[in-house]
């Protein structure tokens, strides 16, 4: 299973970007997907997360982000999105999506992408 992730770029303040993640592979299992991002100089952090569960996808967000951004999948594609509104130029940073993936092979196992640059300018 490999991960690529893109949709980043440079875009203003008050604008907006949609992030992309998408997982290709064959006879594999979404279990759930996030999206971090890490600035230079500091720690990656966790900016949201799509657990997929029973009784439906629970989601989660950091506070600095929450109500700005919506992270979402789609099933058939196999990707995880990011819609991230009303960017602020502290959200500058790289972005990286995970991916928790069962395969029959491995069993559940955790797959990164490559970062993606977003830059938010004041």
């Known amino acids: 299973v490999q991960l690529q992730a893109s949709g980043g770029g440079l875009v203003q303040a008050g604008g907006s970007l949609r992030l992309s993640c998408a997982a290709s592979?064959?006879?594999?299992?979404?279990?759930?997907g996030a999206w971090y991002r890490q600035a230079p100089g500091e720690q990656r952090e966790l900016v949201a997360r799509i657990l997929r569960t029973a009784s439906g996808d629970r989601i989660n967000y950091s506070p600095s982000v929450k109500d700005r951004f919506t992270i979402s999948r789609d099933n058939a594609k196999n990707t995880v999105h990011l819609q991230m509104n009303n960017l602020k130029p502290e959200d500058t940073a790289a972005y990286y999506c995970s991916a928790n993936i069962y395969t029959p092979t491995r069993g559940s196992v955790d797959y990164w992408g490559k970062g993606t640059q977003v830059t938010v300018s004041s």
């Open positions: 592979g064959s006879s594999f299992i979404f279990n759930s």
